[in-house]
């Protein structure tokens, strides 16, 4: 589905040997996050991890053949769940992120389903790059906001 390759970037999918790496993705990526609204928990935080990376559907974004992120979504007959998307900081700002967005909502409109994630409300940052990629609140509660994007 998301398999494929062009200018260095490239997004493969993820399997077992991956979760340490996805690990360290998530907490480079988005632990200040975490410890502002509930605190950073390794332990607890890996466990999560797990739990997650063996139930969605996982790809790994590489750049230049360097794993710099992933990202993982889930789906339901109408609906194109975008559960997690992590690109080490180093590796930030280069469109990658982007392009990851770009695929998932082509995929989502070829299907005509809506593609739905949420976001910390802290995270200001990516609330603005979901924005500018066309994605409005629909939703929120006290730490996250709801956003989506009609594809139909």
């Not at 332990?43 to 790994?60: G, N, P, V």
């Not at 409109?109 to 994630?117: D, F, G, I, N």
Request: charged share 30%; glycine share 6%.
């Amino acid at each position: 589905m998301y398999d494929f390759a062009m200018d260095g970037f490239a997004i493969r999918k993820a399997d077992s040997v991956d979760v340490d790496f996805t690990f360290a993705v998530k907490e480079a990526a988005f632990r200040e996050y975490v410890e502002k609204v509930w605190g950073w928990d390794g332990a607890d935080q890996r466990e999560l991890h797990e739990l997650r990376f063996a139930s969605q559907d996982a790809r790994i974004i590489q750049y230049k053949g360097i794993d710099v992120g992933y990202f993982s979504t889930s789906a339901t007959a109408d609906r194109v769940r975008i559960n997690q998307i992590f690109i080490l900081p180093e590796y930030q700002r280069k469109g990658l992120g982007s392009a990851c967005m770009r695929l998932i909502v082509s995929d989502a409109r070829a299907q005509k389903k809506v593609v739905r994630l949420q976001v910390l409300k802290i995270n200001t940052r990516a609330i603005a790059f979901y924005d500018r990629l066309g994605f409005s609140i629909v939703d929120e509660d006290d730490t996250h906001v709801q956003m989506e994007i009609l594809t139909g």
